[in-house]
């Protein structure tokens, strides 16, 4: 694996010969130009297997990102690819052209990619386009970091029937922070995660999008038709979210027998007194809970509804590790436990009638 900083020196490079390449090139003021030229000295590395290129916060537009697909769909030996095009001046057409590009790969065993599309008028976008996903049986991690963009709003639709195209991924990571029009699309999302009978790990990043109860159940019920999950992180800080259908976790551990870590953000929502019961029952579900991360700051929690989800985790009695907030609220809990159950049953007393 070989590393460059910058482009000039890789411009200049005849390591042709390669397998792993890394381009860090963040704000570095490039443009569409340079990008061109880098793509052309791409080319000649017959043999590339691994490819990470990092260009955030730099000046690059369509026309760069349409450099970048040529040279991909000319190199399809690529096991590895990670993009990131964080800060620059992409809009939804050329998102369009670079998703239709990746996915037509089948060697693919990782990809990433990185992108906060900004706010550009494009009137040549085709409304009707269809995001067309070519089955990899290759595909093992895929990690998508999105944010703060409504030009994603039919990527997501499509994206939840494409998911069924990767039946061997075993680790999903999607970030799609600040996505005010994402819930609509959830139930699509999660049925098409339920479809991957392989996944292991799940890293779901949902803040800042208005979701609400019925959004959030339903893609809990897909994640449910993960038997084989063992890590999961859902972060949904600053939703709409009250607990109304926290129900639906129990379903989640009575199917999904094998998680083991949990990461589960709350913060700032509208969580209600009479709903916390309902999230403490689930955990109670949780027989291989090893490890576990529950933050319910700022919600309207009062001390019974805490006093039950504490009991709870008393009685969870595989956990080697807990971190667990409740701040900003009209109790203020904080505190962490990695081997002794001692410190729990005494916050369990300062909570308790």
């Known amino acids: 694996m070989i590393s460059f900083r910058s482009y000039k020196k890789f411009i200049q490079s005849k390591s042709y010969n390669i397998t792993g390449l890394e381009l860090n090139f963040q704000n570095n003021k490039i443009g569409d130009q340079i990008v061109k030229e880098c793509t052309t000295a791409l080319i000649n590395y017959k043999e590339l297997q691994i490819l990470e290129i990092d260009l955030s916060t730099n000046q690059i537009t369509q026309d760069g990102v349409s450099h970048l697909c040529q040279f991909l769909e000319q190199n399809k030996k690529l096991q590895k690819f990670s993009l990131n095009l964080w800060g620059n001046q992409v809009n939804e057409k050329s998102l369009q052209e670079l998703f239709s590009c990746v996915f037509s790969y089948t060697n693919l065993n990782s990809l990433k990619i990185c992108v906060n599309a900004q706010s550009i008028n494009d009137e040549t976008t085709d409304g009707n386009f269809q995001y067309k996903f070519v089955t990899n049986v290759n595909l093992k991690v895929l990690t998508f970091q999105f944010e703060g963009s409504t030009f994603f709003d039919k990527f997501y639709s499509d994206f939840g029937i494409g998911l069924q195209q990767f039946p061997n991924l075993t680790s999903l990571n999607l970030n799609l922070d600040n996505n005010k029009t994402v819930g609509k699309n959830l139930k699509a999302l999660g049925e098409g995660i339920s479809s991957l009978k392989s996944l292991i790990q799940l890293k779901l990043n949902l803040n800042y999008n208005n979701l609400t109860d019925l959004e959030f159940s339903d893609l809990i019920s897909g994640i449910s038709k993960c038997k084989n999950i063992q890590i999961l992180d859902l972060i949904a800080n600053k939703n709409n979210l009250n607990g109304e259908t926290f129900f639906i976790f129990e379903d989640l551990f009575k199917d999904c027998q ?28 949780s027989k291989n809970l090893k490890s576990l991360g529950l933050n319910l700051d700022g919600n309207y929690i009062q001390i019974a509804g805490y006093s039950s989800i504490v009991t709870s985790l008393i009685n969870c009695s595989g956990i080697r590790y807990l971190k667990f907030s409740a701040l900003d609220n009209n109790v203020r809990i904080e505190f962490e436990k990695k081997q002794s159950q001692k410190m729990l049953r005494k916050i369990k007393q300062l909570v308790s009638f």
């Open 258 to 285: 094998e998680i083991s870590s949990l990461n589960l953000q709350l913060r700032y929502n509208i969580i209600s007194e009479e709903n916390a019961p309902k999230l403490a029952s689930a955990l109670e579900i």
